[in-house]
């Protein structure tokens, strides 16, 4: 059975930063890309960011780049979101997600997966 826990939420000042973690487990996990997905208060889910299965190949929305970093720890089964230079307009519930394929070419921009996280929340707030 594919899990995903979330963790490293919180509420943080403008400017400051958090790291978000993902543990998988249930799947080979350094077989898999993976992506962050947050949905803010009111409106639908956005996609933030993939990860190859290597972690050699990353791609981010237009918003978060150069703020964000995902990564990953395959022998830790592991996702990572460094978030820098947070704004109030990051604050969301963050997932992190996977497909029943493993191709990174089919994380890149998408919101629909098959496995989901239970989320963690941020909220950017002074």
């Known amino acids: 059975e594919v899990q995903l826990v979330e963790s490293g939420g919180g509420l943080v000042q403008p400017g400051r930063s958090l790291r978000l973690s993902c543990a998988a487990s249930g799947f080979t996990f350094s077989a898999s890309a993976m992506s962050w997905v947050r949905q803010a208060p009111g409106k639908g889910l956005e996609w933030v960011s993939s990860i190859n299965n290597a972690g050699s190949y990353t791609t981010y929305v237009d918003s978060v780049k150069g703020r964000f970093t995902i990564s990953r720890d395959n022998a830790k089964n592991t996702l990572h979101l460094q978030m820098n230079s947070l704004k109030p307009e990051d604050t969301a519930v963050y997932y992190c997600?996977?497909?029943?394929?493993?191709?990174?070419?089919?994380?890149?921009?998408?919101?629909?997966?098959?496995?989901w996280g239970q989320g963690t929340q941020v909220t950017v707030s002074s």
């Open positions: 997600a996977k497909k029943e394929s493993p191709y990174y070419s089919d994380y890149v921009g998408k919101t629909e997966y098959d496995y």
